[in-house]
Structures are given as C-alpha cells and as structure tokens.
C-alpha cells in the first residue's frame, strides 16, 4: 500500500512557476515509476512528466523545455517545476506511482491539486 500527497498547486499568471511535490509513504521501495498526470475540464487524463527510481525521465511534447521532474530519494519527494506557464497548463495535477512489475501492476494515485494559470 502507498499513500501519496500533493501539494504546490495555485494560481499563477502565464509566464509564472510553480513547483509541486509528491510525498509517498507505506511500501514505497515498490515504486519504480513516480509521475505527474493532469486532467484539464472535458479533456482525458494525460501524463505530463515521470521519473523512474534510476532517474531516467519522460515529458510530454508540450511541457519540455519548461517542466522539470526530479526526486529526493531522503524525503520520498517527487517535484514538478513548472516554468513559463500557459493558460493551457491549467488543470488539475496528480501524482501517480506504479511498482516494479516483481510487484505487480500496482498504481497508486494521489488526492489531486489544481492548477490555474491566468492570462
């Protein structure tokens, strides 16, 4: 079992930042993959950026270059920077976290946090 909180999310206007952090607690030595979804309104669920435990990294086409995934293995911390934001970054952000397949296709998802950017 693995608990995930978020938090960072606000309102911000295009071209600001904002960081978002995902504290994991419980089993987390069966995560391999930490990630940062969002889901905009009328819009699906997408992935935004993930990071393995090796620290290989993943972006979507639409935030590279201005998002930044990183982890703090001494807090159990994963961090999206988020710079240059646009009005179409606004959505609500998740964190989710899926287990070594040793584990089982496990995934974990946290309450959410809602990000808004004003033009």
């Known amino acids: 079992q693995v608990q995930l909180v978020e938090s960072g999310g606000g309102l911000v206007q295009a071209g600001g930042s904002l960081r978002l952090s995902c504290v994991a607690s419980?089993?987390?030595?069966?995560?391999?993959?930490t990630g940062w979804y969002r889901q905009a309104p009328g819009k699906q669920r997408e992935l935004v950026a993930a990071?393995?435990?090796?620290?290989?990294?993943n972006y979507a086409d639409s935030v590279k270059g201005r998002f930044t995934i990183s982890r703090d293995n001494a807090k159990n911390t994963v961090y999206l920077q988020m710079n240059s934001l646009k009005p179409e970054d606004t959505a609500a952000y998740y964190c989710?976290?899926?287990?070594?397949?040793?584990?089982?296709?496990?995934?974990?998802w946290g309450q959410g946090t809602q990000d808004t950017v004003s033009s």
């Open positions: 989710n976290a899926a287990f070594f397949p040793a584990y089982g296709t496990r995934e974990y």
């Open positions: 419980g089993t987390i030595y069966r995560i391999n993959t």
């Open positions: 990071i393995t435990r090796g620290g290989n990294t």
